[in-house]
């Protein structure tokens, strides 16, 4: 900022400077003019009156030549000042984003990349309001019709209850296990949102310690072979035995890998097999679960990441909430790691990439 103001000063100065000394030479012309037209008898010696008007004459062609000259010299600074005033009226009604064109590299340059700077970020954090406007309305609409629909079933078979209109005992037992089974996927659905809600909060806080992840994720692979096995499946894992010490908080990062396994589950084809990986690779331990589908769960398998969407397998059985990926997303993205999903020949997998604790 010194720099560039100094380059101003320094400008500014020259310009008074050489206007100054033009006007000077204005006023020493005019002098020499009269000595000479005195000198040769063209003007005789004339009252007061007349002298002081010429002296008045004589600086006023020598203020007028400065302002002049002055005004010349500082014309395109005082053009890019004119130009800085009106984008920031631009931008004050409205006109987020705009940019001044950089012209030179003094303090009025500085100002403009200011201005430049501040209009951008407005704009951003203006274009992020609209976004967590757009989020939060879809956010209300998607919980509504997740809620509704079990909590439909809950009144409805209350009423019945209510109105004793079964045929026997069974139905009674039936009416209220839906009953029960509604009311367990509603708290699910619940403690979902709660989740989520509470990792999006920008004071969220994570319980961090040094974790060995080679020995955390054979211990969980182990406690899901089980799973697995009933399910038809086989695993097959590659864990490096290195050890890889990872800051991270356990429970919040367990529940992303049991999300992981579980859309392993969902999403695979029966019989096949699962396949686990874990390697170091430069700065970063990538976790890999893959498993054979015979089509993607939906074209983009990304878009598995955005709230409340589900693949077509779990829209068909009402399966899942539509946050657990989202909200692993969360999770990894607090812990400073990456998670993305691929389907490649027939192999469908989530990568977690987590940054090594040195």
Known sequence: MRR????LIVRLLVAIAISFFVSLGMMILITLFYVYLYNKMYVTEHSP?????????QYSVGIGTFVVVFLLLVRKKILYLKLISESIHHIANGKLGLTIKIKSSDELTQLAQNINHMSRELENKFENERQLERAKTELISNISHDLRTP???IIGYLDLLKKEQYVSKEQYLE???TIDSKSKRLKYLIDELFEYTHLSSPDVLLNLNEVELSGLLEQIVGEYIPIFEKEQLSVQKSITEENVPILMDIDKMVRVYDNLFMNAIKYSMKPSEIHVSFELHDNKAILKVSNRAKTPPVEEVNKLFERFFRGDKARKDNQGSGLGLAISKKIVELHNGHIHAEYKKGWMSFIIEHPIHM
């Open 151 to 153: 909590l439909t079933s």
């Open 4 to 7: 560039f103001g100094n380059k």
């Open 175 to 177: 009416y209220l296990e």
């Open 49 to 57: 009156l007349i002298s002081y008007l010429s002296l008045l004459f």
